[in-house]
C-alpha cells in the first residue's frame, strides 16, 4: 500500500522552522513521507506567521496558492497566523484543520486521528542539514510593535536536562551543527529559576555532547550578561551573535519599550568582540516607527556604522493591530518606512562586504549542506559566512576545511581540503 504523502513548508522564524522539524519527525512516525513538491501530496501542513502585516498577508495567500497547487490534498494552517486569525484561516479554500500554537505539537494527531512515536531527527527528514532545536518559547518582554508575544503567550522554557539529552540524540542521528532558538531565546531559563539561564544550557551542552557546532538564535541584548559572553571562548559555540536593535536612537527605543539604550547595546558588541574577535554581529533594524525624526534616523545609520553588524535584517514599520505602537501619534509615511529601509539595506550590503572580505585568503572549517541545480555546493561556516564550492565529492553534511577565496555577492569561493574532515575538531587552521 502507497505511504501516505506529506508536503511541510514553514514562513517566518527559526522556531517554526525546529517545530516543522519535529512535526517531520512526527508525521515519518506516523507512517508519512515527507514530500517536496505540493502537488505530490496528500496532505499539506503550513507552519504560519504574524510577526508582521507582511507575514500574515502572505500566510494567507500561501494557503491559496497551496491549495491551488494541490487541489487533491487536505490543507492543515498551523501556527501564529491562525492564533490571530482562525476563522479567516479555517473558511479558506482546502483548509480542514486551523490549528493554533496552544495545539501545535498535537498537530499530527489531530489530522491523523492517531496518537504517534516520533522517529529520530536526521539531517535532511524534512528542509535542513542543521538541527534547529526550540528550548523557549513565549516572551515576558513588552515592546510596544510586537504581536508575537501576544501570539505565543508567556515565556516557557525546555528543562535544561531534556533539552541536552535531545541534542545528544540529534549528535547521534548526524547533526554536525545544532541550533537553538525560541521566541526569546535569551530569556532561556526565567521560569526556571535558572540564573544566566542561557549561559548554563549551553555550557551544558558543550560538556555533555559532542555536538560539532552550536548556534544560537536571536539573543536580546538586555539578556546578554557576561556569563553568556564567556561561552564564545569555547571553539564548538559558533562565533554569531543575533543582536536585535530595532533602532539606533534612544528615543526611538524608549518608544518602542526596548530595555537596552545605544550605550548599554554598544558595550555588549565590544565585550563580545574582547572574547571572540571574528564574532559576526548580526541584527534586526525597524526603520520609520512613529515618531522616528529625520535626526532619529541619521542617528541610527550612524550607530549602525559603527557597531560594524555583518548582516542586517531591516524591516519598515508596520502596525500590528491590538499592539500600542498602532496607537502611537506622529506616523511615517509609508513611503518615507520604504525610503529609510532602503538606506539602511545599502549601509547593511557595505557592512557585510566588508566583514566578508576580511576572511579572503583564510581557512576555516565549513558545514557543507546541499548542492545547487548548478552543483555547486553551499555551505556555512561558524561566523556565518556563505561559501561555494565545485568538486565532485559528497560533502553533505560534513565540516571540512576551506580556503575561502573570492567573493561573489553574498557568497566567498572556497577550495575544500576533502581529506580533512573535521566533524570532531575544532576551530580555524592557518595553515
Ligand atoms: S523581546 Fe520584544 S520583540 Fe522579542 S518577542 Fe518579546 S516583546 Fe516581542
Redesign the pocket.
Known sequence: MQKRRVYLESIGCRLNAAESEILACHFVGAGYTVVHRPEDAELVVLNTCAVTAEAARKSRSRLRALQRRSPQAALAAVGCWVEFAAETAQSLPGVRWAIPNADKDRTVALVTGESVTPVPWSPGIWSHTRAFVGVQYG?????T??I??VL?GPGRSQPLAETVAQVRDFVRHGAQEVVLTG??LGAYGHDLGLKSGLAQLVEAILRDTDVPRLRLSSI?PWDVDAALLQQWAHPRLCRQLHL?L?AGSDAILRRM??RVTTAEFAAVVDHARVIAPDIAITTDVMTGFPGETVADFEAGLDFVTRMEFTRLHVFPFSEREGTPAARLPGRVPKAVRAARAARMRALGARLADAYRARFVGRVLPVLWEQQDRLGRWHGLTDTYLEVLAETSENLHNRILPARLGSMMGVYLWAEVDPATDMGTSEGETTS
Do not use: L
Open positions: 516572551c515576558d518582554s513588552a515592546c510593535y510586537c508575537t508575544r505565543r521566541v526569546s536580546e536585535p530595532q519599550g526596548r
